[in-house]
């Protein structure tokens, strides 16, 4: 049997064709009639459209408030159109979940496996609601009622029932929230709340004992039914479009065109904190005693930002509930591909405006890397490579210690529209990658076979190999032999990334910045 499938292109689609095909008729988005609709009546053109007003259905209406999508959005201040859904859960479930994962530094890696399902069952008994689609009114209600009660728990959150209690909505505005009845209500659900947390002490106790533990074998798990149909599917998909199908993504694209963040783009600049708080010497080392080792563990005391320039000391900052934050993060620069017969070979799969041959991995800290969080914020879609190290850099502006940047929200924007040849170059080069990779694994363990059975294997790689290629991609020997030896070269690179790092990390520390 032949089917042809004509996939739609989301991304190039004007907002009444992605309005009109059947793929969307129970979604939502900037293209929608009416969202069109809402900015036309509210007299605007900027709009804060987030993922979970996409994803349900224009007849949504919320469960708490009871108001429709028309009813629920409104304009801010700055003139943008918020059209808001929050998901609404459960804090508890929160702590208990860092409650009973307090020990699990010191297990192993199959200890962790056992009493996986054990801790997950924890933090189901102690929460008190599922979490929750409500509207972002309902969901401020919520935090403005617990602001408002001095005996109230951190970790408390009422649920979407609750919230109705004490709310009086309005349509296009926010609620008007009854604190007192709040307060009271809470009162009554404080024993309630203090015996949830008694018992997931007493399982996290067990837990940590080893009291529950289930055993898991991923290789005994057989997918069927549905599941099974709906990868069969895919996999025909894939294999009948090649390598064009590798970049495709259908709910990716269509939620990249049915969001919008004029509400996180409208101000210019992040406002800056009246004071620095510089942290001690024992604030620097407790941030670096992480039950968990990371890189921000892992680096020595002279560590330098490659962006930025601040040294790890001067990273360490107060973030938003008053504890000390550092973190280093991982991205990469990239160097053009020069040897001609490669690019010949990677001509051959795609029709690439500029190839990169390698890659070398940098360190920034968390304040360099949430400029391009910000990025992917301003343009739904921006990848971690979305423009150059030194196009990061000239966006930092004057880097302060003890600060986050000053992130400048439509500088941010025209970098990534100005560097989308770097970005897509970026993506093909680790496609080409992980075919590389592969290409190689396979042959991996050769050496442990006997030297005259070697070449027989290599010749059954190569056949598996080639009978699993699509589309444009060569499966002439010469080709595979190729990509085997770039596979090799690849990961060589990555050794001598992590080597470099190992070396860098382990420098013995310097203490001048305390004296």
Not at 298 to 324: H, P, Y
């Amino acid at each position: 049997m032949v089917v042809i499938i004509e996939l739609p292109n989301f991304a190039e689609m004007d907002d009444d064709e992605v309005a009109r095909h059947h793929l969307t008729r129970m979604l939502d988005g900037q293209w929608s009639h009416q969202t069109r609709a809402l900015l036309q009546h509210f007299g605007s053109r900027m709009l804060d459209l987030n993922d979970n007003w996409a994803e349900t259905s224009t007849i949504w209406t919320c469960p708490v408030c009871r108001r429709d999508k028309p009813s629920i959005a409104r304009m801010t201040p700055q003139g943008v159109l918020l059209c808001q859904l929050d998901e609404h859960h459960d804090h508890l479930r929160d702590h208990v979940e860092t409650l009973v994962k307090a020990n699990r530094g010191k297990e192993s890696g199959e200890e962790m496996s056992r009493r996986a399902a054990a801790r997950l069952s924890v933090m189901s008994l102690c929460e008190r609601f599922t979490p929750t689609i409500i509207c972002a009114d309902c969901n401020q209600a919520d935090a403005k009622a617990k602001a408002g009660i001095p005996t109230m728990e951190r970790s408390f959150s009422f649920s979407p029932d609750e919230i109705a209690s004490f709310i009086e909505p309005l349509p296009n505005r926010p609620h008007k929230v009854l604190v007192e009845k709040a307060e009271a209500l809470w009162e009554e659900l404080r024993a309630d709340f203090a015996d949830r947390l008694d018992f997931a002490g007493r399982m996290a106790s067990r837990i940590a004992r080893g009291k529950h533990e289930k055993e898991h074998h991923h290789a005994g798990i057989i997918i069927r039914d549905v599941r099974r149909e709906l990868m069969m599917l895919s996999d025909l998909v894939s294999k009948a479009g090649g390598p064009q199908l590798r970049s495709l993504s259908l709910a990716c694209d269509l939620s990249n065109r049915s969001r919008r963040t004029d509400g996180n783009a409208s101000s210019t600049k992040a406002p800056r904190p009246s004071r620095v708080v510089t942290p001690t010497r024992a604030d620097l080392e407790a941030s670096n005693n992480r039950r968990r080792p990371d890189l921000w563990t892992m680096a020595s005391e002279d560590w330098i930002c490659q962006t930025c320039e601040r040294r790890k000391f001067e990273v360490l900052r107060k973030n938003n509930k008053g504890g000390w934050t550092g973190n280093i993060h991982r991205i990469h620069t990239y160097s053009d591909e020069c040897n001609a017969h490669s690019i010949q070979r990677r001509s051959k799969v795609g029709d690439y405006e500029r190839i990169f041959g390698a890659h070398q991995a940098l360190e920034i800290c968390q304040d360099c890397r949430a400029i391009l969080t910000e990025a992917a914020k301003i343009l739904p879609g921006t990848g971690p490579d979305a423009f150059p190290p030194e196009v990061l850099k000239s966006l930092i502006g004057a880097p302060e210690a003890h600060l986050a940047h000053r992130l400048d929200r439509e500088a941010i924007r025209r970098a990534v529209r100005m560097n989308t040849l770097w970005a897509e170059a970026a993506g093909a080069y680790w496609h080409h990658v992980s075919d590389a990779k592969a290409a190689l694994l396979g042959l991996s363990k050769i050496d442990t076979y006997q030297p005259e059975q070697r070449q027989a294997i290599r010749d059954q790689f190569y056949v598996y190999w080639s009978l699993h290629q699509h589309g444009t991609v060569p499966t002439d020997r010469s080709y595979y032999e190729w990509l085997v030896d770039e596979g090799r070269r690849l990961i060589a690179l990555e050794i001598r990334d992590s080597a470099r790092a190992a070396e860098s990390f382990n420098k013995k520390g310097v203490t001048e910045q305390f004296n």
